[in-house]
Structures are given as C-alpha cells and as structure tokens.
C-alpha cells in the first residue's frame, strides 16, 4: 500500500494509473515479484466503458442510501432508474453519461478522501445473467449462489484456453508487425462465437468462463507473459460519439 500512496501523492494524473487495481481490492497482488505493473494492469480496462449517475452539470454523482453506481448496459442504468424514482418521487430526472471504468474508479477514491463511508455498486446487464449463472455452475458453483453472484456484479468472460489473434495486415501495411490480443468481453454472444470459430479447427475444445473483475485484476496482477499484456477487455458501453451524447436521462 506504500506505492498507492505514492501514486495518490504524486497528482491527479498518476492517480487514475492505479484505480483498477486499488478499487477491486489489491491486498498484496502486487507483492509477486513477476507481477504486471500497476499500470499493464490498468491497461486491460483503459477501453472498458460504464454508465453512471451525473448531475445536470455532468459531475459524476453519489445517490442517497446507495453511493455510486457504475451500470454495465443501458438496460441495467434503465431498470435502476424506474426503480429509483420510486423511491425518488421528487426527483423527475435521473441522468447517466459514460465513464471510463478507471475514471470512476478514480472519482469514487477521491470521493472516499472525504468520505470514508461512501459506498460503491458495480450493475450488470440484465441481458447477460442467465449466461453468467449457466457458466458458473460449469464452474462448479452451487445454483443459487451463482444465480446471486450473477446478479451482484459484472462478469468478465474468457475462452479457456486463452483465444490469441494477431490481424493480418493488409496493402501497404503488408509486413508490418501486428499486436496479437487475447480478447475477453463482457458479453455472452461475443464471445460464443468466437469460440464457436475457434473450435472449427482447435485440436482441444474451447469453453468459456466467466471471472469476476477482482479475479480479472488478480490474473493480470500475477502473471508476467504475453497473454496477460495482450488481454483486451471489450467495452460493454460504446464510447460517446461526440460530447453532446456524454450526458443523456434515463428511460
């Protein structure tokens, strides 16, 4: 924890560099001596992009009794929605704009600064639950508890073994060295058909699991080899075209 407070030291913008790895729990995954560098961890969830509760101004927002709140799918920051103006009935409007994931990470570290109480939720997509109990189960968790699992958090899903791809260049870029990625998303579909593709020609089948963002964060913490720096995390979120869609009302 001596290299977090460094970091928090050193500015805002050495700050965002480690909020991954401090959000989702360090306690010591670095300590490894051939552990990835805080920020080679970071950089697996540089794309990942969340929806979370703003002001009118765009500031990133805490809600009343709950904190704040990263939705992994508009159809999650939705349901939350409906939900919370029920409970809101004062309230006619509730905002969402997209995030990177290490900037809210960033955001609610600082807020904790001054609020040690301040809580923090991570919302699935509905639409992914019934794929992430299934694959737990495989995983060999007891149905109800992966039915609570999948409900509590985002799941990250993965081919085991690890799907490598490396782009075939292309015109004038024909010889060019291409960066191979070991691609993870957050979305069943995705996923299963790259592994269906996979499996056409693969000498042992491919499955997918499903690994939460601390176990995400412990793998890339731990490991030191080419599948670990080449992992890239699909954004469940598309990033905003142009500032003008940064800031929009729920449904």
Same mark, same amino acid.
């Given at each position: 924890?001596?290299?977090?407070?460094?970091?928090?030291?050193?500015?805002?913008?050495?700050f965002g560099s =480690?909020?991954?790895?401090?959000?989702? /729990?360090? /306690?010591?995954?670095?300590?490894?001596?051939?552990?990835?560098?805080? &920020?080679?961890?970071?950089?697996?969830?540089?794309?990942?992009?969340? =929806?979370?509760?703003?002001?009118?101004? /765009?500031?990133?927002?805490?809600?009343?009794?709950?904190?704040?709140?990263?939705?992994?799918?508009?159809?999650?920051?939705?349901?939350?929605?409906?939900?919370?103006?029920?409970?809101?009935?004062?309230?006619? &409007?509730?905002?969402?704009?997209?995030?990177? =994931?290490?900037?809210?990470?960033?955001?609610?570290?600082?807020?904790?600064?001054?609020?040690?109480?301040?809580?923090?939720?991570?919302?699935?997509?509905?639409?992914?639950?019934?794929?992430?109990?299934?694959?737990?189960?495989?995983?060999?968790?007891?149905? &109800?508890?992966?039915?609570?699992?999948?409900?509590?958090?985002?799941?990250?899903?993965?081919?085991?073994?690890?799907?490598?791809?490396?782009? %075939?260049?292309?015109?004038?870029?024909?010889?060019?060295?291409?960066?191979?990625?070991?691609?993870?998303?957050?979305?069943?579909?995705?996923?299963?058909?790259?592994?269906?593709?996979?499996?056409?020609?693969?000498?042992?089948? %491919?499955?997918?699991?499903?690994?939460?963002?601390?176990?995400?964060?412990?793998?890339?913490?731990?490991?030191?080899?080419?599948?670990?720096?080449?992992?890239?995390?699909t954004s469940p979120?598309?990033?905003?075209?142009?500032?003008?869609?940064?800031?929009?009302?729920?449904?």
């Amino acid at each position: 924890m001596n290299c977090l407070a460094a970091r928090f030291a050193s500015g805002r913008a050495a700050f965002g560099s =480690l909020v991954i790895a401090a959000g989702f /729990g360090a /306690g010591g995954l670095f300590s490894a001596a051939r552990a990835l560098p805080p &920020e080679q961890v970071d950089q697996a969830f540089a794309t990942v992009t969340v =929806l979370t509760p703003v002001t009118a101004a /765009g500031e990133v927002r805490a809600l009343k009794d709950v904190g704040m709140v990263a939705f992994f799918s508009p159809l999650a920051a939705d349901l939350f929605a409906r939900n919370w103006r029920q409970r809101q009935p004062g309230e006619a &409007e509730f905002r969402v704009a997209p995030l990177a =994931l290490t900037t809210f990470e960033a955001a609610y570290l600082a807020a904790r600064q001054k609020d040690e109480a301040l809580q923090r939720a991570y919302l699935p997509d509905p639409a992914q639950i019934p794929a992430v109990v299934g694959l737990l189960q495989q995983q060999g968790v007891q149905p &109800e508890r992966a039915r609570t699992l999948a409900r509590q958090q985002p799941y990250v899903l993965c081919p085991d073994p690890l799907v490598r791809i490396t782009p %075939t260049a292309q015109g004038a870029d024909r010889g060019a060295s291409s960066r191979t990625v070991v691609p993870c998303a957050f979305s069943f579909t995705t996923m299963a058909l790259l592994v269906n593709q996979s499996n056409v020609s693969a000498k042992r089948p %491919t499955v997918l699991k499903a690994y939460s963002l601390d176990e995400m964060v412990r793998f890339l913490s731990s490991e030191n080899g080419e599948d670990a720096r080449n992992l890239v995390i699909t954004s469940p979120i598309p990033r905003p075209a142009s500032p003008a869609q940064a800031a929009s009302p729920s449904d």
